[in-house]
């Protein structure tokens, strides 16, 4: 088992398509194969940038070098329920993992211990009346109706938590959207940049969470059992001057590829 962090603050490292080395020398020969087997752009690309940031967190959470022959040591495969788990030389590690990805930027937060965490990265970006309507409960509904000048960023930070609390729940999008409602609280327990939320579940539980803004996203993060804030594994974290890009729509199919160092 290699060395590790083993306390209870998350820590979160995002890092951008753009870093992403075009060769596979840091994937291990299972992922190398299944990654390259991929002919839809965007899929192949968003599933790289993801192994590519969740190694990178785990590699520094677990305060080992990054280089490719340390990287290609540590995976991160999905359970049966879809929900990531980390793995060092074919063996589990005690951490939780959650992973997210939006417009060519992806987010892994990582802590030590079996405390289940979610995250999750959006765009601030326009939402329909429809989208609204059909994904959001009433409570929520009523929260964007309050600030219209602030509609765009509290659809997306309500939409962000919900993914964010149904990862915690290791169902995703399988389960309704609505059975899990999102509430905000006024201040900022952290005394940085984030401010809290909670999520209530239809089976009666209440989620802590918190909400931060990093220039045109907004990421949020949910837990059972934590009540302190991740900090980034690199600060300044890199997403507060990000830019959002689509790169695999100038090319949305490519053969199948596997590329060693």
Not at 150 to 163: G, H, M
Not at 226 to 244: G, K, N, R, S
Request: one cysteine or more; a negative charge; glycine letters at 6%.
């Amino acid at each position: 088992m290699p060395p590790g962090d083993r306390g209870t603050i998350p820590k979160y490292l995002a890092a951008a398509m753009v870093d992403v080395p075009s060769h596979d020398g840091w994937l291990d020969e299972r992922e190398a194969a299944r990654l390259g087997a991929m002919v839809f752009t965007k899929r192949r690309a968003e599933a790289r940038l993801g192994r590519w940031t969740a190694k990178r967190a785990l590699a520094a959470a677990l305060r080992l070098d990054d280089d490719p022959s340390v990287l290609r040591r540590l995976s991160v495969v999905n359970a049966t329920d879809g929900a990531p788990e980390a793995f060092f030389d074919g063996r589990a590690v005690p951490v939780s993992v959650s992973m997210t990805d939006r417009a060519d930027w992806a987010v892994c937060t990582v802590i030590g211990g079996d405390r289940p965490i979610g995250c999750d990265l959006e765009l601030v970006e326009p939402r329909s009346d429809a989208f609204v309507a059909d994904y959001l409960t009433p409570s929520e509904q009523d929260l964007i109706a309050a600030e219209p000048d602030q509609r765009d960023l509290l659809a997306n930070l309500i939409w962000s938590a919900k993914e964010s609390a149904l990862k915690l729940l290791r169902t995703g999008l399988r389960r309704d959207t609505r059975s899990v409602e999102v509430g905000l609280t006024p201040h900022n327990r952290a005394g940085d940049d984030w401010t809290g939320l909670y999520v209530d579940t239809a089976e009666g539980f209440t989620f802590t969470g918190a909400w931060r803004r990093h220039g045109a996203f907004v990421l949020t993060y949910v837990s059972a059992t934590i009540t302190v804030w991740p900090v980034p594994l690199l600060d300044p974290c890199p997403l507060i001057t990000a830019t959002p890009s689509h790169s695999w729509m100038d090319r949305p199919r490519q053969p199948p590829t596997t590329t060693r160092e």
